[in-house]
């Protein structure tokens, strides 16, 4: 299988008045050609801050640095500032978070969508409009004459993740990045995107990393999951492996908090306790351990090293030295 996107030893920080705060500290994964992979972690554990540091879309007073950062081949640390926009904008595509804050309010829909067809595949304004209008078709807009020329406050929620996802499709590209695509989307909308997502790769064959916090999307989305806390990669895997498998209490505790149709109907779900590290002050050791049950004193001082439980799997716990105590999975 073809490598389509590598990472190695990714390290982003911000410099604030107050201090440096390490958001993503020395994370490394890679992704193969039409793969599905997904990303979870609860909110601030590095997930969106590594995306945005392989994209180049951080604000100036971020430091990234990196041992590799290849995509198809191109070094993506040693290119021109036009390269590497050619990059992002017709191999990688990236839809965000928040479609009313990332598309601008100013434009209407046939700008926004046009733009990346006119600067990066050289279209000409007819050839651009007629190429919108089949893109707003392909993610289901209906009437999509007259939404071109809306702004996107005139949309519903769903109809504006949809007209983010026509932008980040418009060129085709290798890889779309996914950023909570269906977050502040009710149940029905969220399924059609979701839906949506899955066509669109099926088609183009394209790679998709999906970064969420809901564990069932995953499920259903991808074949690959990395579990991120406290800016590193604590675990990766299979679906099959991350769900079935799972050796991280953090990967225990997240699986602990999903609904299963097999509880009884009044059971109470078991959320992880405490609170999430200081990035300003991130601990010495494993950055899950002042919250974990099963944490050593060998946790507290040192970061675990990646332990390779298979040639998918792999875990960063002291539970799982040869002389760790034998905990059973908290599930």
Not at 190 to 210: C, F, G, R, T, Y
Not at 303 to 308: F, K, N
Request: proline share 7%.
């Amino acid at each position: 299988m073809k490598r389509l996107l590598e990472v190695e030893g990714l390290t982003t920080n911000f410099h604030i008045g107050v201090g440096c705060v390490q958001a993503v500290r020395g994370v490394s994964f890679h992704l193969d050609a039409g793969e599905s992979l997904g990303i979870v972690g609860e909110s601030g554990s590095g997930k969106s801050v590594t995306m945005m540091s392989i994209m180049g879309l951080l604000p100036d007073y971020a430091q990234v640095s990196a041992d590799a950062i290849r995509f198809d081949g191109a070094d993506m640390l040693h290119l021109s500032a036009g390269e590497f926009r050619r990059i992002r904008g017709d191999g990688i595509g990236m839809i965000f978070q928040d479609p009313m804050t990332s598309l601008n309010p100013l434009y209407t829909v046939e700008d926004q969508i046009t733009e990346p067809l006119r600067i990066h595949k050289n279209m000409k304004r007819r050839e651009a409009r007629q190429a919108a209008l089949e893109l707003l078709r392909r993610v289901e807009i209906p009437n999509p004459e007259a939404r071109l020329k809306q702004y996107p406050h005139e949309l519903s929620g769903g109809m504006r993740q949809r007209v983010m996802i026509a932008a980040a499709i418009a060129c085709t590209p290798k890889l779309v990045i996914a950023d909570e695509p269906t977050t502040a989307l009710d149940v029905t909308i969220q399924a059609q995107v979701l839906e949506l997502l899955q066509h669109l790769k099926s088609e183009s064959n394209s790679s998709i990393i999906m970064i969420t916090h809901d564990l069932g999307v995953i499920a259903s989305m991808c074949s690959r999951i990395l579990v991120m806390y406290g800016g590193i990669i604590c675990e990766q895997g299979t679906v099959r492996e991350i769900f079935y498998e799972p050796k991280h209490p953090y990967t225990w505790g997240l699986l602990r908090s999903i609904p299963k149709m097999s509880q009884e109907r009044m059971g109470k779900l078991i959320p992880i306790t405490g609170t999430p590290p200081d990035m300003l002050r991130p601990p010495k050791g494993c950055p899950f351990a002042p919250r974990c049950p099963h944490a050593m004193p060998v946790c507290r001082a040192y970061l675990a090293p990646e332990t390779a439980l298979s040639e998918t799997h792999r875990c960063a716990c002291h539970l799982l030295h040869p002389n760790a105590p034998k905990i059973e999975r908290g599930l």
